[in-house]
């Protein structure tokens, strides 16, 4: 199915290793709207977007298939709790869109300040997502 191959393919086109902290500043001078970014996972990444006026975080281990080691974001959260009380809440939103597989995890997610909380199946990935999407649309 080339569709599918194109899809998956499509992430890595927007894979940028000179993107800075100051992208931040640029995005807010062309846009009045609330800025986010994914793919946090330490408390000192989350501190640093604070500083640069970021209004929203995603925790996530992108699906902790990328990285063997990546932490999962009910850790990261925990940490931001322990180091950097000041982000969640009022001053800043903070999303978390993996490791989240029971309820438990969610309730755990909004007593360490989350604002919200995705409960993700592992057993329905993106590409399947895809694959349905693009037999539908075709």
């Known amino acids: 199915m080339p569709e599918l191959a194109a899809l998956q393919r499509l992430p890595l086109a927007f894979i940028n290793a000179g993107i800075d902290s100051h992208i931040f500043e640029r995005v807010q001078g062309i846009t009045d709207l609330p800025i986010a970014t994914k793919g946090i996972q330490c408390y000192e990444d989350a501190a640093l977007a604070f500083d640069h006026g970021v209004d929203g975080i995603v925790l996530s ?7 063997d080691t990546a932490q999962p974001p009910l850790l990261t959260l925990l940490e931001i709790d322990k180091f950097a009380p000041h982000i ?13 597989r029971r ?3 969610v309730i755990k997610a909004l007593a360490l300040g989350a ?5 993700v199946d592992p057993r329905f990935s993106v590409w399947q997502a895809a694959s349905v999407l693009t037999e539908c649309v075709v």
């Open 61 to 67: 281990d992108h699906g902790g298939r990328s990285q």
């Open 88 to 100: 969640p809440g009022k001053n800043m939103q903070v999303f978390v869109d993996e490791g989240i």
């Open 103 to 105: 309820g438990t995890d």
């Open 115 to 119: 604002t919200a909380s995705a409960l």
